[in-house]
């Protein structure tokens, strides 16, 4: 498996057992959709689910307007700011109808709704101004959207799509790191940062460098890696399956992002 940083592929290279999808692809997958969980009566389960969909989406939102509709950074901000403001006062979420489109084609046409009728009016809606604000991180989203330059002949839909795609691997990444420290198993996931996220412009590793790096042998090596690819399958898995909308969207995005079909 490697996880370029420039556009994130996983492209499994060990045997079976070792690779992402794991021997015949069985696995638990325990999280639930968020997107369901919108549309609950219990405003607890909603107000997690609303932060689930924020998380997940609001930076492939954000470089979304910066490249669709020409946004400033600033002016990027506040129609984020407020998309998602009056999306979580309003539900949108709740209305989503799977038999008509993919929770991300939905949210994407909300969105360009929103920004048109705010273009259309010419009111921004200001950070602070009587909407609700979320602290969201948009110096690291907009030096993102420096690093990785849209390819020529990529459309608006398909960027959001990658940069989605980015974003989930980016969360799983991080929850992985901190359920490793927690757990005082560090060295596994130094072990997968070194091998399964190095960039494919750096030399590439070898089971024998890492052993020395390490000071591990090479059984071990391959066990932790074995271990944390694993883990690191499960989490994505998990947060796809919070961020999708149906059982047929879930299966489908698990086939093309890690090519496993769940059983």
Sequence with gaps: MTIRSNMIILKPQMDPDTDIGGRLHRFPVTSHSAIVAAR????????????????????????????????????????????????????????????????????????????????????????????????????????????????????????????????????????????????????????????DLRDEQVTKLTYADLAREFSLNSIEVNNYLAAARRDFRRIVLDKLRETTGTEEEFQREARALLGIKIK
């Design 40 to 195: 609950s009566d219990d405003l607890e389960v909603r107000q997690r689910a609303f932060e689930t969909i924020l998380t997940s989406y609001w930076k492939p939102a954000y470089k979304y307007i910066r490249l669709k509709w020409q946004a400033s950074n600033e002016e990027a901000k506040d129609l984020t700011q407020g998309f998602f403001a009056i999306a979580i006062e309003k539900n949108y979420f709740a209305r989503f109808d799977p038999t008509k489109a993919s929770f991300q084609t939905y949210l994407r046409t909300c969105l360009d709704g929103f920004v048109a009728n705010q273009k259309k009016s010419e009111q921004r809606l200001k950070r602070g101004g009587g909407t609700n604000t979320f602290a969201l991180d948009f110096e690291s989203a907009e030096e993102e959207l420096n690093r990785h330059r849209v390819s020529d002949g990529i459309t608006p839909d398909q960027y959001f799509y990658r940069e989605w795609v980015r974003g989930l691997f980016t969360l799983a990444v991080e929850a992985l790191r901190r359920s490793y420290d927690e757990k005082g198993r560090s060295v596994h996931f130094k072990l997968f940062e070194a091998y």
